[in-house]
């Protein structure tokens, strides 16, 4: 079953999600061919164990991000199941090509089984919805859903010049308020609800988040509530979906919408003084203390590791 | 101008999720809503028609529930209102995105603002979908729009931080969380909204024949419980959830 990968990437090099794109292309009897929009992190890619082949999809219109110009140049490229990251850009792309093509689309699969068999939540997680679809076909995978395989591979890379007329000009780029690790990239989250009492609190979560190489998120009604808050550390249903392998909340009730944003972690730990809030319900590891009290220790315990 | 808002009905976010014989169970949704990102498309799409002129249109795809959303629409200021009719069962993304996009055709609508996903499905397809299918440009990810020098101006999240672009009609907007919330109608918008006719249509209306879903469902189930976990009461017990999250779980 031949497979196109779309390769994620971040800066100037390739994002982890890509060799998770290989993973699951592999995992579900597929031989991908990865394109490289930009040429971006090809020799990184042909390393990839699996991969097929490496098409380096070189443009004038890769140097901004406009989906339907990438599209287009890239839809000519693409042959059987053709694949993506679940990121915003991801979906984008995606959906375009899918349109282009005429073919169907399912976007953000968690698990994938040949067949094509697919697996996703929906409802922000309160559900799973499991379908099917044959190729061709589009599908995008969420981040951190799939292994990853080895890096022993050394596929061919062919460059291809295709380039598409840009109708979005950036006139202006803003730099994030902080250089800060981003809520949906970290594997370890401490967020803070309104019970942090005020937005300068936060700080206690920025110092324990240092030492263990954490971001800090928040909940809906922190980042409602404080202008200090920006919504991109907004963990929830109106926010971001994360999967980390550790999700520490503070002072957060817990309610609906921010559950359906954090379920999924893999271990969850609650600190609450209400020993009632329903944050307690999925955590793995539930601490009854106000945080005034638990954070100065839990810096403590955290700086021992 | 005539401005178009795509907008989609679905449970509130604050309802419970129940499943029952492989399928998620509408009847037990206590309360239907505009799906959340749609209300920024709406606000911004008021605004665009208030610094601009021009008639603003609020479309909808979906069952004869939907109805209502679209007189909430109405209610804070959308001039007419469009109903696809649809079963949303039977029907993929992109029998949604065609007809859409053919509603859009039919009033002539050179700016089209939309949720980036629904808060049902969560896939994010149909706004690019649409913008792919009618040769607009597509601008994901917006958290602001205005016009512009006969264009637009807009603000959108980029990896490295925020973009200011400035795109040509005509061209899609999906909307992010946004700067300003939707505004809350008053009482004589409510009174006209009411009386506001809806136009309905029917796939065939809009010339689209629906064939087969492409994408089958097989089924909807509840997401995996969690075995309880381990409570412990007050500061004191910090240390040992240190230990266990680094003994028993391994995650630090």
């Known amino acids: 079953m031949e497979v196109t990968i779309i390769a994620e990437t971040t800066g100037d090099a390739l994002h982890p999600v890509t060799a998770q794109l290989v993973g699951a292309a592999c995992s579900m009897g597929g031989a991908p061919t990865v394109i490289c929009p930009g040429g ?9 164990s699996g991969v097929v082949k490496v098409i380096s999809a070189e443009g004038d219109c890769f140097g901004t991000f406009d989906s339907g ?110 250089e800060r690790l981003d809520v949906g990239e970290a594997d370890i989250i401490i967020s803070g609800g309104r019970g942090m009492g005020d937005p300068s609190n936060f700080s206690h979560l920025y110092e324990i988040a240092d030492i ?70 999925v955590a793995d590891y539930g601490i009854v203390s106000t945080w005034e009290e638990a954070l100065p220790s839990l810096k403590e315990e955290f700086g021992k590791l | 101008m005539t401005i178009a808002v795509l907008l989609k009905q679905v449970p509130d976010t604050t309802a419970k ?22 209300e920024y498309a709406l606000e911004y799409a008021l605004q665009l028609k208030e610094s601009g002129g021009g008639d603003l249109v609020a479309i909808t795809c979906g069952p004869a529930r939907a ?34 996009a053919s509603a859009v055709q039919r009033i002539g609508a050179e700016v089209v603002l939309c949720g980036k996903q629904a808060a049902d499905t969560n896939a994010g397809s149909t706004g690019p979908g649409v913008a792919s299918i009618l040769g607009f440009t597509c601008v994901g990810m917006v958290s602001e729009v205005s016009a512009e020098g006969g264009g637009f101006v807009a603000m959108r999240t980029s990896p490295s931080g925020n973009e200011k672009v400035s795109v040509s009609k005509p ?44 994408v089958t469902l097989e089924s909807h189930s509840a997401p995996a419980e969690k075995p309880p976990g381990q409570k412990f009461e007050g500061a004191e017990s910090v240390p040992t959830v240190v230990s266990k999250l680094r003994d028993e779980a391994n995650v630090i």
């Open chain 1, 212 to 281: 263990v190489g954490a971001a800090v998120g928040a909940s809906r009604a922190a980042v409602d509530t404080w202008d200090e808050i920006p919504h991109d550390m907004q963990v929830g249903q109106t926010g971001k979906t994360v999967n980390p392998s550790l999700y520490i909340a503070v002072g957060i009730s817990g309610a609906i919408q921010h559950l359906a944003g954090m379920r999924s972690s893999k271990y969850i730990v609650a600190i609450n003084k209400d020993a009632d809030a329903p944050i307690f319900g």
């Open chain 2, 171 to 214: 061209c899609l907007f999906t909307f992010d969380k946004a700067a300003t919330e939707m505004r809350r109608p008053n009482v004589r918008g409510i009174m006209m909204a009411k009386k506001k006719a809806v136009e309905t249509l029917t796939p065939a209306d809009l010339g689209v024949t629906i064939d087969s879903p492409r």
């Open chain 2, 67 to 100: 109805s209502k959303m679209l007189t909430d629409a109405a209610a804070v200021g959308a001039d007419s209102l469009v109903h696809v009719v649809s079963d949303d069962s039977g029907i993929d993304s992109s029998n949604t995105q065609s007809l859409l």
């Open chain 1, 69 to 178: 110009a990438w599209a287009d140049a890239l839809s000519p490229l693409c042959e059987g199941v053709v694949m993506t990251s679940s990121s915003a850009h991801g979906r984008e792309v995606l959906a375009q090509i899918a349109a282009i093509r005429d073919i169907p689309i399912v976007q953000d699969a968690t698990g994938l089984e040949s067949g094509i068999k697919v697996t996703r939540p929906i409802y922000s997680g309160k559900a799973i919805e499991t379908s099917v679809v044959s190729p061709p076909c589009a599908i995008s995978i969420r981040q951190n859903a799939f292994e990853s395989p080895g890096s022993d591979g050394s596929s061919d890379i062919s460059t291809v010049n295709n380039s598409s007329d840009i109708g979005v000009a950036v006139k202006e780029a803003l730099a994030k308020a902080s």
């Open chain 2, 17 to 38: 999720i129940t499943v029952s014989g492989g399928r998620v169970d509408e009847s037990a949704v206590g309360k239907w809503s505009m799906s959340p990102y749609d």
């Open chain 1, 40 to 48: 971006i992190g090809t020799s990184e890619a042909s390393t990839i």
